[in-house]
């Protein structure tokens, strides 16, 4: 016959799991989406950095490459240094991409729900989870508004209109 302990300790366990899947699945989708942008980019993979958060998760202060964290060091830094997790359910989590003078810091929230992926940055998309096209759509969104908001930001300016 089970104790109470052991159901305590059985049902802790499952919930243990369900959290590790979770962070396993969005840091899946992480890395794909990163993948996408380098890919449509035509650019080397170190020029897409993660941004690590400060101590107080405020800001962002120390960068780290990603073959950091999906290598054989991705128990080094906490993961909650690199993505924080929010009560409704929501990932948060910053890329860096280097360009010739200066960067450009993209900031995303994420969250699944059952097999599908709700990103946002600046819009809301969604991707159910294997479908290449919609990750490709994503991507190509993102990609044209940064091309966008650079084509468009100094005129912005001297109109006195708001930007990012």
Known sequence: MITKYE???N???KDIALWDDYEMDCKGFIANLREALFKELDCRSEHIEWVR???DLKAPDLYTKWDEFMGSTIRKFPIHRTMVLYNNGFWSFTFKIILNDGSLILRFKLKKVESTYHLYHENEYT???GDEEQMQNVVESI?????SYFQTRFDNFIKGLVFR
């Open 53 to 55: 958060y400060a101590n």
């Open 143 to 147: 990609v044209g508004g940064s091309i």
């Open 11 to 13: 049902a802790q366990n």
């Open 7 to 9: 159901q305590l300790k």
């Open 127 to 129: 991707v159910v989870e």
